[in-house]
């Protein structure tokens, strides 16, 4: 089935995306145009329309983040009528009032469950700060957070990425 309008999928239920503000789409646009500068092949950057598929023991999810990278051919969910991937290496949220919790708690904790994931990057829409969780071997997972006038480091892709540009243009102080 499709529709006009984006829905994730969290463990058996269906929601209706909202759309940002424009803050927020300045902050995705920008993530995704430095990222797609310095992303080399064969890693390819993709923006909020390609979904996401997450398993855990208690959870599944299907989700729009807001950027993702994929290093090697596209790892499609079987009988998706759409492209699902299920082999991001890495995956960019932006936090929103409504969607700070489920980005960094339930999120966090379904995509720390997709076997090529090797960061997972939070970008706050209340300060520059800049949260990556980076998988260090296995089941093991490091954080590093990154504040205004710094940088974020993403040893996936082996790039680094300056935290004012990420929030070039906008009112986040």
């Not at 807001?66 to 090697?72: L, R």
């Not at 009528?81 to 932006?94: G, K, R, S």
Request: overall charge negative.
């Amino acid at each position: 089935m499709s529709s006009e309008m984006k829905h994730e999928f969290l463990d058996g239920e269906i929601w209706v995306m909202a759309g940002g503000s424009e803050d927020h789409s300045k902050i995705a646009t920008n993530t995704i145009g430095l990222l797609y500068r310095v992303v080399q092949e064969p890693c390819f950057v993709h923006g909020s329309d390609l979904r996401i598929y997450a398993e855990t023991e208690d959870l599944a999810i299907a989700t729009f983040p807001d950027a993702s990278v994929i290093c090697g051919p596209l790892q499609q969910h079987e009988g998706s009528p759409d492209a699902t991937a299920l082999n991001p290496t890495l995956l960019v949220e932006v936090t929103s009032k409504s969607t700070e919790e489920y980005d960094t708690v339930t999120k966090l904790e379904c995509y720390r469950a997709i076997p090529a994931l090797r960061e997972y990057m939070i970008v706050s829409h209340r300060e520059r700060r800049v949260t990556v969780h980076a998988r260090e071997g296995g089941d093991t997972w490091s954080t590093r957070v990154a504040m205004r006038g710094g940088t974020v480091e993403l040893s996936s892709i082996d790039v680094r990425l300056n935290v004012d540009e990420i929030y070039r243009g906008t009112t986040v102080k």
